[in-house]
């Protein structure tokens, strides 16, 4: 398994500002609607840029790719994708949050790496399960918190990404390290189970589809980055 560390280099003190502005933000609807977000503090690029892997590494590089990502957040994975998408790719921000949405439109017209990709990419303020299955795509970047979620809902949206996910084309995903350990000495026993039970099912899909996995330290908390492949 690959092991990820932060990218170097000093930051401007715009970009600086940025990122507290978008940690504000994400703290505070984190606190109100921990369920939906997962952790109380944005990705890190570090993790950003492992998600965006099959983005930047692509068999045909003059290859257009047709991009989803699931839960944009404060868009800190989104500069990750920005980051490895070619000039003809698309990319398609589906948030249920419409706080976190509106912040990402208006990143698009106002930050350095989104803006870049502004007359690519559309924000949808909506659940990913409502963005119907009309159209399909070559990447998935999913920044869902599955452990926060039943098995059920995992499984329905999982179903949701196969059936959007072209033949050939990658899911990419990722769960905080340690959760279950964590969870069997302080949760409720319910909750631990319903944990264990979403964990378990997402184990098996990557035991059916995974191509590779990878720790990525530098992430508060540390996560594992899981690459699924649809079967051809």
């Known amino acids: 398994m690959a092991e990820t560390q932060s990218p170097t280099g000093p930051l401007t003190a715009l970009r600086l500002d940025d990122r507290l502005r978008d940690t504000k933000l994400f703290f505070t609807q984190a606190v109100r609607t921990f369920h939906a977000t997962g952790s109380v503090v944005p990705s890190s690029r570090a993790l950003a840029d492992a998600l965006a892997e099959y983005v930047r ?3 045909d590089p003059e290859q257009a790719l047709r991009i989803l990502e699931a839960g944009a957040g404060t868009g800190a994975i989104t ?6 998408m070619g000039p003809k790719d698309t990319v398609d921000l589906v948030e249920a949050n419409p706080r976190f949405a509106a912040h990402v439109e208006d990143l698009l017209g106002s930050d350095r790496e989104l803006s870049a990709i502004a007359d690519r990419a559309t924000v949808h303020a909506m659940l990913v399960n409502d963005m119907g299955t009309d159209q399909t795509y070559d990447v998935i970047v ?9 098995a059920e809902q995992v499984g329905e949206i999982l179903d949701h990404y196969f059936t959007v ?3 050939g084309g990658t899911l990419s995903f990722y769960g905080y390290l340690y959760t279950k350990e964590i969870k069997a000495v302080i949760a409720r026993r319910e909750d631990y189970l319903r944990q264990a039970r979403t964990s378990w099912l997402v184990q098996d899909w990557i035991d059916r589809y995974g191509i590779r996995s990878e720790r990525v ?9 899981h690459h699924l492949r649809k079967p051809v």
């Open 79 to 84: 500069r990750g994708i920005a980051a490895a």
């Open 57 to 59: 590494e692509r068999p």
């Open 142 to 150: 999913s920044g869902l918190p599955f452990a926060n979620f039943t």
């Open 217 to 225: 330290w530098a992430n508060v908390p540390p996560a594992w980055v």
């Open 165 to 167: 996910l072209r033949p």
